[in-house]
């Protein structure tokens, strides 16, 4: 695979997470609480997000730790600009940045973190580090947006597991271990999926259905952990920002023991001038 095993049937894997979901709450937010010109993608993976909010004319910044995954990315955003050309303003520059030190060329007016991806950081000084860079790399009144899965969730998940799909082209066994003082998950994956047809567009996962077709195994590693709400509220007020909003699950209400998702907007107070 010309990718990262992993990062190459990612979209794959995630075809039915939410994105309209994260892009219309994004949307609602900006309503509310101004609306960007440019975007900070925090842990953008391969460009789900990104990719749309640059169609729509905004200046985006992608920034992901992994090299696979921006390659994709890379790949996804010369398809769709042969396919349909960005709004006018838009674009997107992809970045190989680590979240708690991300640095732009520019402030920008929103910076934001979906799909859990903070959770990812399982030392409370990243949180901390997290977001005094993030504070810092706004403008005066820009909003950070991000959605954390709550302790609630990861018990949850430990309870339920394993999980199991089996697809025609992909299939995996998932474990979870649960560590409930720390509130810290590690989910074990083993993947199998059909190797991919090398004419397919690039950067997008398409199995080889030949007679011969071999599957590939892809073993991941992945560690969340959980912060209670409130704790994450003080870490935002702490690296400087003035007004902090909760909501949950995609909904503008505030979150309580079943909620799922967690979502902050954080506001950096405005200077004059």
């Not at 349909?84 to 708690?100: M, N, Y």
């Amino acid at each position: 695979m010309p990718y990262g095993q992993f990062a190459y049937v990612y979209d794959r894997l995630m075809e039915d997470m939410p994105y309209p979901q994260w892009l219309h709450f994004l949307a609602k937010c900006w309503e509310m609480y101004g609306r960007p010109r440019t975007v900070a993608d925090l842990g953008c993976g391969t460009g789900n997000l990104s990719i749309p909010l640059a169609q729509t004319g905004l200046k985006v910044y992608g920034i992901d730790l992994s090299e696979d995954m921006l390659a994709v990315a890379q790949s996804k955003t010369e398809y769709q600009q042969r396919a349909f050309s960005f709004a006018q303003g838009g674009s997107v520059t992809w970045l190989k940045q680590d979240l708690r030190e991300w640095e732009l060329p520019e402030p920008v007016d929103s910076a934001i973190s979906c799909c859990d991806c903070l959770n990812y950081l399982t030392e409370e000084e990243e949180i901390a580090e997290a977001f005094r860079q993030t504070y810092a790399g706004l403008k005066s009144g820009g909003t950070f947006i991000f959605d954390v899965h709550t302790p609630g969730l990861l018990k949850a998940y430990a309870e339920m597991q394993p999980f199991v799909l089996n697809g025609e082209d992909v299939a995996y066994i998932w474990t979870s271990d649960f560590d409930e003082e720390r509130c810290e998950i590690e989910h074990e994956l083993s993947i199998f999926a059909l190797e991919p047809d090398e004419e397919a567009e690039a950067g997008v996962y398409k199995p080889l259905r030949k007679p011969g077709a071999k599957y590939i195994r892809i073993d991941e590693t992945h560690i969340q952990r959980a912060y209670p709400l409130d704790w994450l509220e003080r870490q935002l007020r702490e690296a400087g920002f003035a007004e902090v909003h909760q909501y949950a699950d995609f909904k503008f209400k505030r979150p309580d023991e079943h909620t799922e998702r967690a979502f902050f907007v954080a506001i950096k107070a405005k200077t004059e001038g």
